[in-house]
């Protein structure tokens, strides 16, 4: 009587404890997806911003495709825009006259389809 009590209680608490143990191991890679998209995002970062403002690799352009490939399963796209005077953080996607400032946006997609962001303000201006 007692071993068909303790196969009915595992049958009922095994289930409970396997269901969340599998949906945590099945996220723990998003961490890492998030940690390597923004790795990403600030190496093209770093590699644009090593420009000065009136270099051709600094013209104003929407969202297109970095140049280089990402690694597989990421993509990621880059943006300048020159930034308006009305409102510095808020550059539209029709690009208002040179103000002397420029806003660089690199977006990295993980495999999972989510966006991550990193912005940068260049400046016309002398050091």
């Known amino acids: 009587m007692e071993m068909i009590i303790l196969i009915v209680m595992t049958g009922i608490l095994l289930p ?13 890679g998003k961490p890492e997806m998030v940690t390597k998209a923004m790795f990403l995002a600030q190496q093209r970062m770093e590699e644009l911003m090593k420009f ?3 270099r051709p690799e600094l ?9 280089t490939p990402p690694p597989t399963g990421y993509q990621w796209q880059f943006e300048i825009l020159y930034v308006p005077y009305h409102d510095l953080m808020a550059a539209g996607s029709v690009n208002p006259p040179d103000t002397g400032y420029k806003r660089i946006r690199v977006r990295v997609t993980d495999p999972e389809g989510t966006h991550y962001d990193v912005y940068a303000l260049v400046t016309n201006f002398p050091n």
């Open 52 to 54: 000065d403002y009136s």
């Open 16 to 28: 409970a404890i396997i269901v969340p143990f599998a949906t945590g191991v099945k996220g723990s």
């Open 59 to 67: 013209t104003p352009t929407n969202l297109t495709p970095c140049p």
